[in-house]
Nanobody, 121 residues
Framework: QVHLVESGGGLVQPGGSLRLSCAASGSIFSINAMNWYRQAPGKQRELVAHIASGSSTNYADSVKGRFTISRDNAKNTVYLQMNSLKPEDTAVYYC???????????????WGQGTQVTVSS
């Protein structure tokens, strides 16, 4: 099994910054893409940022220029640096990883439990 544990959420004022972390552990042969999603109350879960195994990145238009995704392959960890936060960034943020647990298995999609980010004065 593969486990993802997020940390770093909390309450921050508009214009502030937070850094989320997500560490993967368990039966990991390789990790392909790693992603951050978020879900605000009453809204669908949306993809915020994506980083491929080769470290190419993509971002939702709403966070471009403010958020930065990065990964440490040696630690099986992905980060989301969030700057210039806005109230509309308030949501539960979820880590997602596409993982092979052995050379002969298909890629599986695994999720963390989510971490709350609240942007409010």
């Amino acid at each position: 099994q593969v486990h993802l544990v997020e940390s770093g959420g909390g309450l921050v004022q508009p214009g502030g910054s937070l850094r989320l972390s997500c560490a993967a552990s368990g039966s990991i042969f390789s990790i392909n893409a790693m992603n951050w999603y978020r879900q605000a109350p009453g809204k669908q879960r949306e993809l915020v940022a994506h980083i491929a195994s080769g470290s190419s990145t993509n971002y939702a238009d709403s966070v471009k220029g403010r958020f930065t995704i990065s990964r440490d392959n040696a630690k099986n960890t992905v980060y989301l640096q969030m700057n210039s936060l806005k109230p509309e960034d308030t949501a539960v943020y979820y880590c997602n990883a596409l993982v092979m647990t052995s050379p002969s298995t298909y890629v599986g999609s695994y999720w963390g439990q989510g971490t709350q980010v609240t942007v409010s004065s």
